[in-house]
């Protein structure tokens, strides 16, 4: 069962240009965290979303959580090399403490 | 600032052989997670823990045990290997309480080959 999907799986942007990715699910999230992952390196957090709603902001990425908080949204600004990686979403589950991932974008920007 | 250590990172196994993968942390946390990450598949939850002497099954646990005897260790076994379980290991840590806004902190990850 894929509870978070993720979209673009691959994405390569020439240096300068604007990017969204995606990530959505059927159900409601009671939050939902992005990560960043660098290549031979585990991932780290950029952000966490908790209200239907919330945009956050992050130097040049902005993150939008869905008013009906089954989706959120990762946007890039003038998109730079050094934000080539793996990005991630993750979400925990209700029940229990679980922390479920997607399967991620891969973003290279060229320069 | 240690954070999260795991240890090997590296290993090359035949089938069948066991092994274990040791995680370590020093942020004083009590939920520990172990997940696999093959291409294309994002991060997959194997076992984790809410605390010392406590585990539960995640999303992928089979062919995987776990343990954990001390809050900053968390060990993931191997009894007998197969080529299926090639893949690359992290683990994570965080603090208790609400899981909405808990940040997980990755080791570098654990790169298993079994032939």
């Known amino acids: 069962t894929q509870l978070l999907e993720q979209s673009p799986q691959f994405l390569s942007i020439q240096e300068g240009e604007n990017l969204t990715v995606y990530c959505n699910s059927s159900s409601v999230f009671s939050s939902l965290q992005w990560y960043r992952q660098e290549p031979g390196e585990g991932p780290v957090l950029l952000v966490t979303v908790v209200t239907g709603g919330e945009v956050k902001k992050l130097k040049r990425l902005t993150f939008q959580f869905g008013d009906a908080r089954k989706d959120s949204s990762l946007h890039i600004t003038a998109a730079q090399p050094g934000d080539t990686g793996l990005y991630l979403c993750a979400r925990p589950m209700n029940r229990d403490d679980k922390i479920i991932f997607g399967k991620g974008t891969r973003l290279h920007i060229l320069p | 600032n240690a954070g999260v250590t795991q240890t090997p990172k590296f290993r090359v196994l035949k089938t069948g052989q066991s092994m274990t993968l040791l995680c370590a942390q020093d942020?004083?946390?009590?939920?520990m997670y172990w997940y696999r990450q093959d291409p294309g598949m994002g991060l997959r939850l194997i076992h984790y823990s809410v605390g010392e002497g406590t585990t539960a099954k995640g999303e992928v646990p089979d062919g995987y045990n776990v343990s954990r005897l001390k809050k900053q260790n968390f060990l993931l076994g191997l009894e007998s290997a197969a080529p299926s379980q090639t893949s690359v290991y992290f683990c994570a840590s965080r603090r208790s309480g609400t899981p909405n806004t808990g940040e997980l902190f990755f080791g570098e990850g654990s790169r298993l080959t079994v032939l």
């Open positions: 942020m004083n946390h009590e939920y």
